[in-house]
């Protein structure tokens, strides 16, 4: 049983700090990024790169810093290229997406020619198992478990408290009111974008130390990111946070007593029942 | 919009078309150029189909790569597992995507905008988990092969490329008709409405949902069929039909020819199967190339390259214009 809710928390933590980035994307663009999950697998492949003994083998610290500043610089440049020339106009949902896909076919390719095929591994953050009220856990697990709540509460103080972040929830609000406050939209964008990389950047690395790392690492995350931001309400970050937990511990207990292959459909079920009951999604505003 | 008026072009357009669906075959003779030939058509009806939703009605969603999945899954399983006369299975097929596409579009489309793409995406998403679960009814990862060949009579289609040929022509140009003629009829106009001016169409009397449903469900006939074909002649049926690659593949086909036009996208099955394949000493580049020219039409030729063909005439009234924006909202 707790072996079940530990796993669920794990999930649910990764969930979360991959599902919040496209939120808060949603949220303040108003285009959905399906590059998100490129950007998981783009962190997870640099911080390795770097950090590797077969790499650059600066170590991890190293490894993981250069993964962070590539996040930005790659967040930045995605928008550059994939989505502001299309913001703001009548068709930017839709062609943000298929341009954002786009994005991540070139990715994929380009690490899977750069890199090959063959599986990498990022060494754990920590290593060794730690017991917690009886409970063997690995510790990477449960710094995944501690990491992600951590980081996202700084989130939402930075969103809440700074005046940063305030000037994206003003954009997000609204966009013309935001500009004549003398916010510049074009930057709170730049930042947002970086932000939401980073994020995923983080559950990369988390991710490379549980599992091999391989080009398309990032495809998993990025569905189940989807189920959650639907679930828990695209543009709400609390919704996103709740959502992320309940669908990683209903697929640790679903796989656990229903069978890890119908998991999936357990998870499309909830997710349809939600959508009927609230097609906006628990906390979620109107698309 | 003008009603179509069967000008002497139309006419001549019609005459030559037809005479090359009836040569291709017999002129094609290597078996890679048949190849390509017989899946860009196949291609051509899904992506088609997906534009009368996609381009039309202004629903993006994701519901077309199911349907092309489940339609070849149908003919696999039923043939293979429960030897059922193949033909059968065609209708079979059709019969099981018409019922997953009515209750899914009619559940999914409570839902507006973004929601709506991404619940499709969760339903193809679904298959897979589904066909990987089963694996004694679907062979699991590996798919089911050994799909028996269509028959008339003695005559069994795989003994001759060209009559696989000739069977997809014949699916492309009913359905295209199909088609065109649903678009321009006022059941299409009334989707057309529905897409731009949500509202007013509402106002007078347009039943928003069911228009959209219906608009999913005819178009999931002829893209079931398709997927039939794609088994019997590929003879298996593989999980890969759900597959990220081929649904970017088809969804590059609809956008890149030009949502909103039928044309474009059949147009742009056969230069997208054929330019990849073309590129295919280039490796993982080709899929590099394929990227940069999605984001590159999108930004520059927005109304697809079907668009190219009036380029001396003022720009066409913005045909990608897919009303995801809240305005229409009730």
């Given at each position: 049983m707790s072996a079940i809710i530990v796993s669920g928390l794990v999930s649910g933590a990764l969930y979360a700090l991959v599902a919040s980035g496209l939120s808060l994307v949603w949220g303040s663009l108003g285009v959905f990024n399906f590059a998100h999950g490129v950007l998981l697998m783009a962190g997870a492949y640099v911080a390795w790169w770097v950090s590797a003994p077969d790499g650059l083998g600066l170590g991890l610290p190293v490894g993981i810093l250069a993964s962070l500043t590539f996040l930005i610089v790659a967040g930045a440049i995605f928008y550059f290229l994939l989505v502001r020339p299309w913001v703001?106009?009548?068709n930017a949902e839709l062609a943000v997406i298929m341009t954002t896909i786009a994005g991540s076919i070139f990715m994929q390719n380009l690490v899977l020619e750069v890199f090959g095929g063959r599986f990498k591994t990022i060494d754990q953050l920590v290593e060794g198992t730690v017991t917690v009220a009886g409970t063997p856990i690995q510790a990477q697990n449960l710094l995944t478990i501690i990491l992600a709540p951590l980081l996202l509460v700084g989130l939402w103080l930075f969103l809440t408290r700074n005046r940063t972040g305030l000037a994206i929830r003003a954009v997000a609000q609204n966009q013309d009111a935001a500009q004549l406050f003398g916010i510049s939209v074009q930057r709170v964008y730049i930042l947002t974008f970086a932000m939401s990389a980073v994020l995923a950047g983080v559950a990369g690395i988390l991710l490379g130390g549980l599992f091999n790392i391989s080009p398309d690492m990032g495809t998993d995350p990025l569905l189940r990111a989807f189920v959650v931001v639907v679930f828990g309400g695209l543009g709400s970050l609390p919704g996103t946070i709740l959502g992320a937990y309940a669908i990683g511990l209903i697929e640790a207990f679903a796989s656990y007593y229903i069978g890890i292959y119908w998991t999936p459909v357990v998870l499309f079920a909830v997710l349809i029942a939600v959508l009927v009951v609230r097609p906006t999604g628990l906390m979620g505003r109107p698309a | 919009m003008i009603r179509d008026r069967f000008t002497a072009w139309r006419i001549l357009g019609a005459v030559l078309v037809l005479a090359a669906a009836l040569a291709a075959p017999q002129v094609l003779t290597s078996a890679v150029a048949q190849n390509l030939a017989i899946l860009s058509l196949l291609y051509a009806v899904v992506a088609s189909n997906w534009d009368l939703t996609l381009g039309y009605a202004g629903i993006f969603n994701f519901a077309h790569v199911a349907f092309f999945g489940i339609g070849s899954y149908v003919a696999a399983i039923s043939t293979?597992?429960?030897?059922?006369?193949?033909w059968w299975d065609l209708v079979l097929a059709v019969a099981v995507v018409m019922v997953v596409g009515a209750i899914v579009s009619a559940l999914a489309l409570r839902l507006r905008g973004i929601y709506v793409a991404l619940v499709t995406f969760a339903l193809t998403q679904l298959c897979v988990a589904l066909i990987n679960s089963q694996k004694d009814l679907t062979g699991g990862p590996v798919g089911l092969i050994g799909v028996p060949d269509l028959q008339i009579g003695d005559f069994a289609f795989g003994s001759d490329p060209r009559s696989y040929f000739y069977a997809a022509e014949i699916l492309l140009i009913a359905s295209t008709i199909a088609m065109r003629w649903l678009a321009t009829s006022n059941f299409g106009l009334s989707l057309v409405a529905l897409r731009d001016y949500e509202n007013y169409a509402v106002s007078r009397g347009i039943p928003a949902r069911r228009q959209r449903v219906l608009a999913i469900v005819i178009s999931s006939i002829p893209t079931s069929l398709a997927g039939c074909l794609y088994a019997h002649y590929l003879i298996v049926a593989s999980p890969d039909v759900f597959s990220f690659s081929l649904t970017t593949l088809l969804l590059t086909m609809v956008l890149v020819g030009g949502?909103?036009?039928i044309y474009g996208p059949i147009l742009a099955a056969f230069v997208l199967t054929v330019g990849t394949e073309e590129l295919s000493s280039l490796g993982n580049f080709r899929y590099m190339i394929v990227a940069a020219l999605i984001v590159l039409t999108l930004r520059f030729l927005p109304g697809g390259i079907w668009s190219l063909r009036r380029w001396r005439r003022p720009a066409a009234p913005a045909p990608l214009s897919v009303a995801l924006d809240e305005k229409g909202a009730p």
């Open positions: 703001g106009k009548a | 293979l597992q429960f030897d059922l006369p193949v949502a909103g036009t």
